[in-house]
């Protein structure tokens, strides 16, 4: 599995917005932010954000179910600029609209593959796949002390197994809660 490092992530996103796309660096960086499937997000519509609650509800996902993602203020900081850039362009943010609608279609993108190749290869990523963005979401939560379990249900894993994948990042977090117990056990030792 691929995880990009903050650098990579930081120049993947610096060409994602030199390319001449309306809506690619917005797309990359909904993704990194939510940990969500690009399926999902390209046909994420206006309808299924709540500003309020900060969530997006994903209709039906990969397992055939809706889900729901929680929000971060920054991807909804994202969500705001998307849709002001959407406005500017003309193009609806109705309800029933596509959060990145294709400006010839005003339909939902069929993908954004061609113009992401353009950016990963001039970002020196030639390995890096859409996807990779999903496990670099679940990986930089893991590397930052969340909990598997809320690993899991974040990006919407159907198993724990799924997110065991991410538990080799643990180590140096997994030594340090061992801290909790020699630190307790030497405190009553004085006792």
């Keep these: 599995q691929r995880f990009l490092s903050q650098d990579e992530i930081r120049r993947l996103l610096i060409e994602c917005d030199r390319i001449n796309h309306?809506?690619?660096?917005?797309?990359?960086?909904f993704l990194l932010l939510t940990g969500a499937r690009k399926?999902?997000?390209?046909?994420?519509?206006?309808r299924d954000i709540s500003f309020e609650a900060g969530t997006w509800r994903v209709p039906v996902s990969k397992n055939g179910r809706?889900?729901?993602?929680?929000?971060?203020?920054?991807?909804?900081?994202?969500?705001?600029?998307?849709?002001?850039?959407?406005?500017?362009?003309?193009?609806?943010?109705?309800?029933?609209?596509?959060?990145?609608?294709?400006?010839?279609?005003?339909?939902?993108?069929n993908g954004f593959h061609l113009a992401y190749f353009r950016a990963r290869d001039a970002a020196g990523l030639?390995?890096?796949?859409?996807?990779?963005?999903?496990?670099?979401?679940?990986?930089?939560?893991?590397?930052?002390?969340?909990?598997?379990?809320?690993?899991?249900?974040?990006?919407?894993?159907?198993?724990?197994?799924?997110?065991q994948r991410y538990a080799h990042l643990l180590p140096n977090k997994l030594r340090s809660r061992t801290e909790i117990v020699g630190r307790i056990v030497e405190g009553q030792a004085g006792v």
């Design 66 to 109: 809706s889900r729901r993602i929680m929000l971060s203020e920054a991807a909804l900081d994202l969500l705001g600029m998307i849709r002001e850039g959407t406005d500017r362009m003309g193009l609806g943010t109705g309800p029933a609209d596509y959060l990145f609608p294709n400006p010839r279609t005003g339909t939902c993108y």
């Design 126 to 163: 030639p390995d890096v796949r859409i996807h990779d963005l999903r496990h670099t979401f679940a990986s930089l939560l893991i590397n930052n002390g969340v909990s598997l379990y809320e690993v899991q249900e974040l990006p919407g894993h159907s198993s724990v197994s799924m997110t």
């Design 39 to 46: 399926g999902e997000a390209r046909t994420a519509r206006w």
């Design 22 to 29: 309306p809506y690619l660096g917005s797309f990359i960086r």
